[in-house]
Each structure stands twice: as structure tokens, then as C-alpha cells.
């Protein structure tokens, strides 16, 4: 990048000296931030689809589809919950995939290159943190949009008044965020776990460097949504039926509590489990792979290409 150029040309008798800089964190936030927007446009009608089925166990893809084109048409693909999906999408793939290697190096004293794959699964992991404090109010407004079947809301701002104005700021727009953040530690910890792991397994057969990062990407994707599919599906219906109570019961303000509490959660997830089995706490898990594990791999393609670019590693 800039600073091994600058290192460079102070070694260069022909060239002037330059000041040289030590790299800055802030130096692979462009190319990251790109490759999440593209990866959250492109991955978009996957997630809708995602939402519905998991939400509503037990709702298969077709009969998500055909609920929701009956409901928005086809052009609800990009409109329900557009501005706020891609809004979060980016700044979750951007934050998480942004600080990774930062988290990794302030844990272990060593650069991601130097790690295991239980060492950057870990600071993938930790990245989540910062990511879901700040996705939390997106998240609810998306989902919201997405499940909004009597077309009561009217674009992000006026969801955003709705869910504040009834349940207050941290009733509405961090309703769910225990399920949100075990959802984000556990596929982007499963995700930097794996994909070293699977690109050696693919390496051995797959001579193309383009066509290794697609393959490990989707599969470390898919092992994600493997682990976290259930914390889905659970904070999914959670936040579902939190917010068709803010019409229901406009006036209560519950205590929000529950929305930070391991035990609300886990009972919830017992709950499902009783009454749907281990398939209800996996609805929707082949959409999800189809989401996450294209976002995997998009993501594998992408981010190492646009630093290559930007001239950062």
C-alpha cells in the first residue's frame, strides 16, 4: 500500500524522500465497506425469503414466496425493507469483516495471517460485538418492513417512529438483541473458524485461487448457518411477536429486560422445541445456507480482491 511505496522511496536515491507512515486501520475500511454493499444487494431476496421462513416455523420457500408476492408483487423484492436490509447488511459485513483482524491482533499479539483457525474465530467472534449494538435498530425496522402483511408501514423512518413510540428505544429498537448477538458470534466465529480449514480440503482438488474462495467461502458460510440457525429462527420469532404487540397493545410498555436475558431465550427456544421439534428450530436452514453461504462466498471473493486493489492487505 501507500506506506510500503513510501518505505520504498526512501530506499530510492533517485527519488526524494517521503514520509513514511505505519499502515492504518482505517486503510482496508473502503475496500471492505464496497465488498459489503455489493455482497448485501446481491444477497437481498435470499434474506426475504430467509425472514418469512424463519419467523413463521414450519413456512416452506415456495409458500414464503408465493405469501409475499401475494401480498407486495414482485417489485416487494425491492422495496419491503430494502433501504434498512441493505443499511444493515453493509454495516454488519463491514464492521465485523473490518475489525476481525484488529480483534486478532489486540487478543493474541499477532497479525490474523499468524493465527489458527480457533484463534480467528474467536476475534470473529468478539468483532460481533460492536457489530449488533450497532445493527440492533436496523434489524427490528427490516423485520418489521418484511412481515408488515397489512402494509402499515410506511419506509424505515416511519417504522422507526412506530416501534419507538410504543415501546420506547431500547424496547423497540433492541428487542431481541441476546438472540441477534448469539446469532452474529456464532456463524461470523464459525465462518473465520472454517475458512482456512476448508480452503486446504478444496485446495487439494481445485487448482483456481477464484474458484477456492467461491467454494470455501459458501461452505464456511453454510457451517455458520449450521451452528446459528437456531438462535435465528428463535429471535426471529421473539422480535415477530414483540412488534405485532406494539399494535395489539400499543399502550404497555413491557420491561426489556428479556431482550438482554440468556434465560427468556433459552426458554423460548425450549418452548419451540416442544412444539415443533429440532426441525421448527431449523425452518428455513436451506434458504439461510442459499443467504449466508452466498454471502460467504461473495465475501471470499471480494475482500481480499478490493484490498488487493486498494492497495492494502
Known sequence: GSWELAQAGSRDPHLRPTPSFPPSIMDSLPPVTGAAVVTSIVMYPADVIR????????TGPVQAVNGFVGTHGLKGFVQQGLGAEITRASFSRMIKFWLQPQVHQAVYGRPQGKGNPVSKGVAGALATIPEVITISPLENMKLAEQLDKDKRFNGMADT????????????????????????QCLW??????????????VGAGVSSPLAQDII??????????????????????????AIAATFTAPEARPSVV????????FGKTAELYAEKGIGGLYSGVGVKMVHLGGSGAILAVLVPRFKELYGCK
Not at 188 to 198: C, R
Not at 258 to 265: G, K, S
Open 51 to 58: 425472514a418469512i421462513c424463519m419467523s413463521n416455523p414450519g
Open 160 to 183: 422507526a417512529k412506530h416501534l419507538t413510540k410504543t415501546r420506547g428505544v431500547v424496547g423497540g429498537l433492541y428487542c431481541g438483541y441476546i438472540g441477534m448477538q448469539m446469532r
Open 188 to 201: 461470523t466465529g464459525g465462518f473465520f473458524l472454517s475458512l482456512d480449514v476448508f480452503k486446504g480440503a
Open 216 to 241: 470455501s467461502g459458501f461452505m464456511a458460510g453454510a457451517f455458520g448457518v449450521a451452528l446459528n440457525c437456531w438462535t435465528d429462527v428463535v429471535r426471529s420469532v421473539i422480535q415477530k411477536d
Open 258 to 265: 428479556p431482550h438482554f436475558n440468556p434465560a427468556f431465550f
